[in-house]
Nanobody, 124 residues
């Protein structure tokens, strides 16, 4: 099975940028569709973005479209989420997740493995 570790979170001012990473171990990340989700206090965990194994197809939540970019470097066993024009409402714990399935999914139920999360805080 694969283990996922997120990193790169932190505190940033509104309008700023941040890149979070999801590093895999145990199995090659190229075997999985990878999704990013986020959870703010008191809220459900919500879909942010996903990328298929080859990296040729991506999917975004409407709330982050045109501001966030998901990418992957299978040689480095890592998936990235580049975030720009950050807003206070982007504040959340960001989780990456891996899916065995070959499609691209927004539902948490399609993902088999999860990381522990990294905190992103956007100040106004």
């Amino acid at each position: 099975q694969v283990q996922l570790v997120e990193s790169g979170g932190g505190l940033v001012q509104a309008g700023g940028s941040l890149r979070v990473s999801c590093a895999a171990s145990g199995r090659t990340i190229s075997s999985y569709t990878i999704g990013w989700f986020r959870q703010a206090p008191g809220n459900e965990r919500e879909f942010v973005a996903a990328i298929i194994r080859s990296g040729s197809t991506t999917r975004y939540a409407d709330s982050v479209k045109a501001r966030f970019t998901i990418s992957r470097d299978n040689a480095k066993n890592t998936v990235y989420l580049q975030m720009k024009s950050l807003k206070p409402e982007d504040t959340a714990v960001y989780y990456c997740a891996a899916s065995y399935y070959s499609g691209i999914y927004a539902s948490k139920s399609n993902y088999d493995y999860w990381g522990q999360g990294t905190q992103v805080t956007v100040s106004s």
